[in-house]
């Protein structure tokens, strides 16, 4: 596990912030114990792996927490944890976008997966982000005649109508083709295919 990885507990009842602080301890991995979502929401962000570890009350059995969480911006992982995890509560975070559902009763190493696995997915999200965001940089490198090319060329066209289109030769064409996948890091054409699929996902 990254070294900077954390796990955010979010718990209004202290004796249950403590509680969880200390399960998390014993399966080794790095906590921050928030009393709220506003608390989490105003944390620092994390430089490294994170995700929630979000305790329901038992009165909440809408999942109302949960759902002011998403219009505002958490992208980390959540993992709920409730005192009674029925099935139709357990549905309902899941469609929300929580990746697991745990009783409070559960193991250690029940708990460990499920956090464990929560931080991979934010490992993963993180290099997705990267990704896409080196492409989208060498994207913008491009000037306004290579990027006309490259949309010509995402949209089936071939050299010789991408010329007549632009009124200009086929070696003209050929030469933006070149510095095109040369900015784009592309070594074929199926390659700067999947490079524009990932940004228009």
């Not at 992208?75 to 409730?82: E, H, M």
């Not at 999200?125 to 990027?147: D, E, F, V």
Request: aromatic content about 2%.
């Amino acid at each position: 596990m990254h070294s900077r990885s954390i796990v955010f507990i979010v718990a209004s009842e202290s004796a249950t912030r403590r509680d969880l602080a200390a399960r998390v301890e014993a399966v080794r991995l790095p906590m921050k114990a928030c009393r709220s979502a506003d608390e989490l929401l105003d944390a620092p962000k994390p430089s490294g792996p994170a995700c929630v570890l979000a305790d329901l009350p038992r009165y909440d059995d809408d999942l109302h927490w949960f759902k002011r969480l998403t219009p505002r911006g958490l992208t980390l992982p959540v993992v709920i944890i409730a005192a009674q995890a029925d099935v139709s509560t357990a549905v309902r975070a899941m469609k929300l976008g929580s990746v697991d559902f745990l009783e409070m009763k559960c193991s250690p190493a029940q708990l460990g997966k499920a956090l464990r696995e929560a931080l991979r997915c934010d490992t993963e999200h993180r290099r997705r982000l990267a990704r896409l965001t080196n492409i989208r940089r060498r994207l913008a490198r491009l000037n306004r005649g290579q990027r006309e090319v490259l949309d010509l060329l995402l949209a089936g066209k071939c050299n010789r109508e991408i010329a007549a289109e632009l009124d200009l030769s086929i070696r003209a064409i050929e030469e933006r083709r070149a510095a095109v996948m040369e900015l784009m890091h592309a070594t074929s054409f199926a390659e700067l295919v999947r490079l524009a699929v990932l940004i228009e996902e």
